[in-house]
């Protein structure tokens, strides 16, 4: 829980301080990467694949969500 708190207070502290028009978040799914694996094979070799949630947000889909300072 506190990791998620610290993203979100870096996350506000950036916007505060630059005043983006457009924020964009990214998951890398990629949680085993080959070029890793190439160099440790055993590099999370211990963890299991979870199937991805289904829902708003996690459909691999672009969302955008207009900024309120952008006039159209």
Known sequence: MNAVRGLLDFIAR????????????CMDFDWRPAWRVALIPT???HRVA???PEGPGWTGR???TPSPRRSR
């Open 14 to 25: 950036l916007v505060q301080d630059h005043r983006p028009d457009d924020l964009v978040a």
């Open 50 to 52: 979870e199937e991805a």
């Open 43 to 45: 590099y999370k070799a």
């Open 62 to 64: 672009r969302c955008r």
